[in-house]
């Protein structure tokens, strides 16, 4: 008699997610069956948070009703996160006299992100993120650049879900299609 060999770590996330049950393109949720800030019955202590959270703060449009959110939470960070801000100052041109003032701000967001908060994705998270990336690519028949920053949403989802935390997020979309393919993720949404 031989025993069954534990699958591995990568064979228990394909179980999970089914990439070959996902065969039809997804259709965005109505903003009702969404957690929204501004209608959240749920309570969210321990947010990770999008990107589009630091760079709705720096540019000083980040809703009033969601702040309350931010301030009554535990807040989490990622370094794909800090990844995606660090792009932003590679690729301000500087010659231009307000690109040292953009890259001064981002630069103290991401010095102010205490490291003992900030999550890095190990192997399974990555695992997860490129199978979810996968589909999410396909089904929505995504062009390359858009396969590139579906990874990088995949990644925050899925180290929010490994950790059980809460992604910040107003991109509604991509968010919406990943929770989708993993119920288990929790997204809170808030919009400008």
Known sequence: MTSKSKPSPFRTTLRRLKPEKHLAQLKPRPHARLQFVHTATTEHSKLLYDTTVYVDVLQGRFPPNAELFLRAAEAWHSTVT?????????LLDPRRLESR?????????????PGHRTLAPDREIWDAAGVLAGILARLQQYSRADRRRALNDALVFSTARKYGLTVLTRNVTDFDFLQQLDPAGKVLFYLV
């Open 101 to 113: 003032a953009v890259v001064e701000q981002v630069s103290a967001v991401i010095d102010r992100r």
């Open 82 to 90: 800090g990844a995606e801000l660090a792009t932003l100052c590679g």
